[in-house]
Each structure stands twice: as C-alpha cells, then as structure tokens.
C-alpha cells in the first residue's frame, strides 16, 4: 500500500492557445469559440476574437472604398504629412549643406532638359518641387499650409496612393509647364531655376476643382482662389507663372480620370491607363520641346 499527493487532473483539461500549444488559455474567441492567449486576441466590438478569426474576416470581407476607387483611409492623411515633412527636411539641409550642393542637384533650369548641351537629367523636373527659396521663408510656409488644407481634403477622397499620384504628377506637369513657356538655355546666357511646390499646389487647385464640380458642389470659391494666386503670379517677380499653369492642368486632367472613370471591378485599371497617358502626353511635349 502506498501513501502519497492525490494527483492534478490531467493537463488535456487545461485549455491552451493552438497556434502555443504551450500556453494555458482561458479567454475564448467569440467567433469560434477557441482558447486564444493574449498574443492570438483582437479585441472586438464584444469581446475577443482569435487572430486566425480577424485574417478569415479580412480576407472574406470586401475592401471598403472611395466613390473615386481608392481605399478608404481614417485617421490623418498620412501621405500629406509626409510630403510636407520631406519639403521641411530639405530646407533645413539646403541651410546646411555647403556651398548650395542640394540645390545644384535637385533644383530644374531648362538646361537640364536640354540634351543638346549633355546635361539631360529629368529627375529634376520632379525633385525641385521639394526644395524652396532661402531667401523668402514665406515661399515654404504658404506652399506647406496650401497643402495641408487641400491634403486633408483631397487625401480621404481619392485614397493614399492616388493622391501620392495626383500631387506627384502635378509637380513634374509645373516643370513641363515652365520647360513649355519659358525660353531654352543657350550657353552665355544668364541660367535661372526654378524651386517650389507651387506647381504641385497648383495641381491640386484643379484637382479640386474638378471633383468639386463632379460631387455637384458650389466652386466659385475655388475659381476666386486660383485667379487670385494666379494674378499673384503675374505681378510679383521671381513667380514662375508657368509652372503654376503646368500643375494646374495636370492635376485637373488627373483629377478628371478619377472622377470620370465608370465604378467597377476594372476602375483601378481604367485610371491607372488614364494617369499613365497623362503622364505620356507630359513627357511627349516636354521631349517635343527639347528637340525640335
């Protein structure tokens, strides 16, 4: 006869995590109804549920999005923010690399469209939209809070990325704008260059407006604003004026392929073609330009 503990119930009553076999768990999914350890829980509007649950649901449940096409996105616009940030970051740095080596590598004059003199580098058309005179700070504060009003409007809208690519677009289409309507460098000649995302802010003015006009809104504040900053253009010097009309038509002929475009399953394609001949037709008259 032997003496001894009474023994534990045998650990197979113990409910455990099966994705950690390891671990004990005594919260079970709502939607299943198996154990999950605080690692494999997602709160839910009652409840837990299990990670495997969360991925099914995701996975089965049609993505929400915008009357444009885009995916709906909640919370600050993201993609604002961050342009704004990469403008801010540049200004510092063109204050404190030397000698303005982050202007004479990313700032645009015609001669850089000029393959006739060797020095074709069209990465520029794009890259001096994030740079900003030194000398007038108010040049990156009007253009920044510009893009914040119109960022916080436009980016719900159209989804992230399509915004990306309207603000994008916009500021390459105020370079070809400048390229179109201000005269080719000839060596001897004095060389000047432009900076600033106006072009891209220009952009979005049309951007709004169109989509304004397609929602059946009021736009006859946004006409106001564009003759103004238009106007604005003409009169003070050192305002490229050109870059301004550029950006204004290409992001108004983005905006339109957003608006435009039927609701379906190939909406995303039929608009990515419509941005692509946009950007076609930009390159075309810009490489018309330099050539003939």
């Not at 677009?169 to 900076?195: D, N």
Request: aromatic share 10%.
């Amino acid at each position: 006869m032997s003496y001894g503990i009474p023994s534990a119930e045998p650990s197979a009553q113990v409910p455990v995590c099966p994705r950690h076999p390891d671990r004990p768990s005594y919260v079970r999914c709502q939607r299943c109804g198996r154990p999950a350890c605080p690692d494999c829980q997602r709160a839910a509007a009652v409840g837990f549920q299990c990670v495997d649950c969360v991925n099914e649901a995701k996975r089965t449940t049609p993505e929400v999005r915008t009357v444009y096409g885009g995916a709906v996105a909640t919370g600050r616009p993201l993609v604002t923010f961050g342009i704004i940030a990469a403008c801010a970051v540049l200004y510092v740095l063109q204050w404190l690399v030397p000698n303005d080596l982050i202007y004479q590598s990313l700032g645009f004059a015609n001669v850089y469209a000029e393959p006739r003199w060797g020095e074709f580098e069209p990465w520029r058309m794009l890259t001096s939209a994030f740079l900003h005179s030194q000398g007038f700070i108010l040049h990156i504060a009007l253009n920044m809070y510009m893009l914040w009003v119109f960022g916080q409007a436009l980016e719900p809208l159209l989804g992230r990325i399509r915004f990306l690519v309207l603000y994008l677009v916009s500021a390459f289409g105020g370079s070809v704008g400048y390229l179109l309507l201000t005269p080719l460098y000839l060596p001897g000649q004095p060389l000047y260059g432009v900076v600033g995302a106006s072009g891209a802010i220009f952009g979005l003015f049309g951007a709004m407006l169109l989509i304004q006009r397609h929602r059946g809104g009021d736009t006859r504040q946004l006409w106001v604003l564009i003759a103004i900053n238009g106007v604005i253009g003409f009169v003070i010097p050192q305002i490229a004026w050109q870059a301004h009309l550029g950006g204004l038509v290409a992001g108004a002929l983005c905006a339109a392929v957003f608006a435009y475009t039927p609701r379906g399953r190939r909406q995303g394609l039929i608009q990515a073609l419509g941005v692509a001949a946009v950007l076609a037709l930009l390159i075309a008259v810009s490489w018309v330009r330099v050539t003939l």
